[in-house]
Nanobody, 127 residues
Framework: QVQLVESGGGLVQAGGSLRLSCAAS????????MGWFRQGPGKEREVVSA????????GYADSVKGRFTISRDNAKNMVYLQMNSLKAEDTAVYYC????????????????????WGQGTQVTVSS
């Protein structure tokens, strides 16, 4: 059982930056690919970014490419999402999630593959 706790959300003006953090406990963190998802008001939960177990591979939604950067520190059981040039449409609850992956260099962007989820952190971008 893996527990995930997100932090770092808040209110920011358009064009600003935030760094989200996700702390993992209760499992072997390095065995899981990690993903960041978000759910805006009245919208379905969507993938934002994902990173493989080994940090070798990353992926981003088209809407955040070039603005967001995912990273992880397996020694600290942490995953991060650096968000720059924020836009009003980035407003959402952001969730981190863990997906057990056999291969160290792979990840999934399908939310149904992710078995452990955090409680979410609110990001609000004012225009």
């Amino acid at each position: 059982q893996v527990q995930l706790v997100e932090s770092g959300g808040g209110l920011v003006q358009a064009g600003g930056s935030l760094r989200l953090s996700c702390a993992a406990s209760g499992g072997t963190f390095s065995r899981y690919a990690m993903g960041w998802f978000r759910q805006g008001p009245g919208k379905e939960r969507e993938v934002v970014s994902a990173i493989s177990r080994s940090d070798a591979s990353t992926g981003y939604a088209d809407s955040v490419k070039g603005r967001f950067t995912i990273s992880r520190d397996n020694a600290k059981n942490m995953v991060y999402l650096q968000m720059n040039s924020l836009k009003a449409e980035d407003t959402a609850v952001y969730y981190c999630a863990a997906d057990w992956q056999y291969y160290s260099g792979t990840y999934s962007t399908d939310r149904n593959h992710y078995i452990y989820w955090g409680q979410g952190t609110q990001v609000t971008v004012s225009s």
